[in-house]
């Protein structure tokens, strides 16, 4: 019984293989500029910014090359078209990618997009028409997500609750899959980090229930959980008490005049005997009901709607418009599939036989950085002290006198 069950489960994970099928698969090998158009009429040349082929400053193999934004304070724009449309209606959509932001980024977008058959390639820019937006994008301190924004009946939806991003210098994979029974996943470094059903994590649909606008709270409802205490009498004398008195410490200086100066008054402090205004206490109140909670009825604007995996209709090109302030991401190892198996064992492939090596390579040179800022902040303080002699003569003087 249990071989036959294995021999099924073979037979299953042989047909999936079989039926998977990749769109669009990319590393940035020999020839990738000929597959990519570069956007020339979405801004003017010289807002534009040139992509660079290159491995970066620190990589786990110097022949394993990405793309990389080349300039400061530039856009970016370059599309490539997949190798057929792709509808995911019944199907998983995956979409994966690496993202390494060498240049400790500051603020910038790394995301990547989804385009249909409507895309101009040279026109392609901001206001370009998508249907999947995903990945990272960082502003400063405040503004740091992972996007995940679908088009749906023509407007863009993001999603509800921010996704975590990595902004630190290394390559991270970036990874979206989404399912045909409606539900979503969200990976970086294969660690899931957000999951769930897409109809409550995205505003597609009208609510389901609504407040049922033919009630309202009766006039009478008591809601208040407390009271004032009818039988609390304010004390004899209470507003007697001035909030302050004179400073009973105080005396008036020898140099005080009072023919020139006028009668001379104490300063005023705060009175330790005054007790604020008085209010009676509270006490609970013997008619409260409880919050009134209003009664909901189904919306009638609401449909469910079974297709809201549905996100990619005929996608036809895969592409980057970007923003960024400090240049230096790279980007490698794009995948668009509709298996999460094909998408992992591309990662295997290329993206995570590369990490260890690199890591150890940066984590290498950060140490030689900062040895070298170390030594140089070293020869700047001597230099200083050679330039400046008499700061040394006077601290020998001083040491002499003590």
């Given amino acids: 019984m249990a071989g036959s069950r294995l021999f099924l489960a073979l037979i299953f994970c042989s047909l999936s293989s079989i039926v998977a099928k990749t769109y669009f698969k990319e590393k940035f090998e020999d020839g990738w500029n000929k597959r990519w158009t570069e956007s020339t009429k979405w801004k003017s040349e010289d807002d534009m910014g040139s992509w660079k082929h290159t491995a970066g400053d620190w990589y786990g193999n110097k022949n394993d090359l990405g793309i990389q934004t080349g300039e400061d304070a530039r856009f970016y724009g370059i599309s490539a078209e997949l190798n057929e449309p792709f509808s995911n209606d019944g199907l998983d959509l995956v979409i994966q990618y690496s993202v390494k932001h060498e240049q400790d980024i500051d603020c910038g977008g790394a995301y990547i997009k989804l385009l249909g058959p409507d895309l101009d390639a040279d026109s392609f820019g901001g206001d370009s028409p998508y249907q999947i937006m995903f990945g990272p994008d960082i502003c400063g301190s405040s503004n740091r997500k992972t996007h995940v924004i679908f088009n749906y009946n023509g407007d863009n939806k993001l999603i ?4 975590q991003v990595e902004s630190d210098q290394l390559s991270h994979l970036y990874t979206l899959h989404v399912k045909p029974d409606n539900y979503f996943e969200v990976f ?6 957000k999951s769930g059903d897409l109809e ?3 505003d597609f649909l009208p609510p389901k229930e609504i407040k049922d606008p033919a009630v309202s709270k009766p006039t009478d409802w008591v809601d208040n959980k407390m009271i ?9 004398g209470w507003d007697d008490i001035p909030a302050e008195i004179p400073d009973p410490d105080a005396t008036m200086p020898d140099d005080w005049d009072e023919e020139e100066d006028g009668e001379w008054e104490p300063p005023m402090i705060d009175n330790p005997e005054y007790k604020g205004t008085w209010k009676p206490k509270e006490i609970k109140n013997p008619d409260y009901k409880g919050p009134w909670e209003h009664p909901m009825i189904p919306n009638p604007e609401y449909t469910a709607d079974d297709k809201l995996h549905f996100r990619c209709n005929k996608c036809t090109h895969v592409g980057f418009e970007l923003w960024q302030v400090k240049s230096g991401t790279i980007f490698d190892d794009i995948i668009i599939t509709d298996s999460l198996e094909e998408a992992k064992a591309f990662s295997k492939q290329t993206f995570w036989k590369k990490q260890s090596a690199e890591k150890k390579m940066f984590d290498k040179k950060e140490e030689e950085r900062r040895e070298r800022e170390q030594k140089e902040r070293e020869e700047a303080e001597k230099n200083q002290k050679q330039d400046d002699p008499e700061e040394e003569d006077d601290e020998d003087e001083d040491h002499d006198e003590l």
């Fill in 160 to 163: 509800k609750d921010e996704v």
């Fill in 188 to 193: 970086i470094d294969d660690k899931s980090v």
């Fill in 200 to 202: 409550s994590n995205w």
């Fill in 228 to 236: 004032d205490d009818p039988t609390d009498v304010k004390p004899d």
